[in-house]
């Protein structure tokens, strides 16, 4: 299922998940960890203590479904002390999938060559 990015709500459970839990263990923990409504329409990840493996819970109108991932090499995760059970938007959810983790990144506007002032030390 594909999803409008901009108003999908996702939401990282900041604690190792054990990933045996399925569909009633996720909700669980959506429920009491979380403090949410997992019918919401929101996704909730999951990831395992090695950070090696991503759940990711949502509700689609019939139904819970269930997204997994397992990387082959690296982490998602590299620091489990910096996570906190945090909401983010889908773009860090894709950054995360990539195994990018989704850090406060402060942007740098750069204005056109035409708008810049000219170096008065040029010649």
Known sequence: MFFPEGRIR??????PCDMRKSFDGLQALVRHGLLADPT????YVF???RA?????LYFDRSGFCIWAKRLEAGRFISDWS??????????????LLEGIEPVRVRKRYRL???????D???S
């Open 40 to 43: 919401d329409g929101g996704l």
């Open 10 to 15: 996702v939401h990282l459970y900041g604690q």
């Open 52 to 56: 090696t493996q991503m759940r990711v």
């Open 47 to 49: 990831i395992n203590r």
């Open 112 to 118: 056109p060559i035409e708008l810049q002032k000219p």
């Open 82 to 95: 910096r996570v906190h059970t945090q909401e983010m938007d889908f773009t860090g959810l894709k950054m």
């Open 120 to 122: 008065p030390n040029s």
